[in-house]
C-alpha cells in the first residue's frame, strides 16, 4: 500500500513540475515588463487559489506566530520570480532554468543547518552530478558572453527559492498547501502592484491568454502541488526530483517558441534525468524501511 502511495507521490510531484516548467516558455511569451507580469500572475493566482479554498472549506486562518513566516516566505518568493523572469529575458529558457536549478545543491547545504536535519553525503553527489548535467545544458560560461548575467540572475534567484521552500517547510503539516499559496500571491501580489502604474491596463489586458496560463497552470495548480509534495519528502529530495523541470521546461520550449537544444543540452537532460531517477528509487527504498518499522 505504501509503494502506490509513494509512486502516486512522486507522480504528483512530476505533474507539478510539468506545469511550472511551463513558466519559461510563458514568460517569454508575455510582452509585459517581469514586475508587471508577476503582479498580475500572482493577483489572478490569488483569486483561482482564494475560490478554490473557499469551495474546498479549507481554512485561511494563521496563528499569529505564524505571520511572520509567510510574510518571509512571500517575499522571497517574490523576488525569485523577478529575478528569475529577468534570467529568463535575458537569455532563453534553457539557460533560465538550468541556472534556477542550481537550488538542489544549495538546498543540500541549507537544508541540515536551518531544519537540522540529518546530513546525507548521497545528495552531494546527486548534487554534483545535476550541476555537471547544468554545465553540458549551458552553451557558454565565458565572462564575455551576455549570458553571464542571466545565469548570476538565474543562480541567485535559485538561493532564494532554497530559502522560501525551506522557511515552509514546517508550515506545510501545520497548513494546507492551497492556503499557504494563497497567502504567498497575495504577498506578492501586494508588492508588486505599485508597478501597474507603469503601464496603461489596455496593454496588460493584451496579455490576457499568457497572463491567464502563468496564473491558472503555472502557479496555482503548478505551484500547490509542489508545495503540498513538502509533506511526503524532505525540502533536498523535493529539489533534486525537481530537477527534471528543466528537461520539461526545454521540451516546451522547443515546441513552443522553436528554441532546439543542441547535444550538449540532451546529453546534460540525460544526467539530470538520472539524478532524478537515483533519487527516486532511493526515497522509495527509505519509505518502506521506515514503513516495516
Sequence with gaps: MFKNQHFSNLLELNIAMLFIST??????????????????????AFIFIFLYCRWKGISLKIHKKDI?????????????????FRSLRLSNVAIGMISLFTYPIITAFLE???????????HLLLGAL?????????????LENSYTIAVLFGVFSALLYALRNLTLKNKVGTYNGSMLMCYQMAIVGVLLSPFFLEVEFSTVLMQWQGLLALALITTAIGHTLF???????SITTVSIL??????????????????IPEINTIFGGILILSSVVIESVRSLKKVAIENVK
Design 23 to 44: 513558466s519559461g516558455a510563458l514568460a517569454r511569451y508575455v510582452n509585459l515588463s517581469d514586475t508587471v507580469t508577476i503582479a498580475a500572475r500572482a493577483l489572478l
Design 68 to 84: 511572520p513566516i509567510i510574510l518571509i516566505s512571500g517575499i522571497l518568493m517574490a523576488i525569485h520570480w523577478v529575478t528569475y
Design 112 to 122: 541540515p543547518i536551518l531544519l537540522k536535519t540529518k546530513f546525507e553525503k548521497i
Design 130 to 142: 545535476v550541476l555537471l548535467g547544468i554545465y553540458f545544458l549551458v552553451p557558454d560560461f565565458s
Design 227 to 233: 508545495l503540498n509534495s513538502f509533506k511526503y519528502f
Design 242 to 259: 525537481a530537477s527534471i523541470q528543466p528537461v520539461y521546461g526545454i521540451a516546451i520550449g522547443a515546441l513552443l517558441l522553436g528554441e
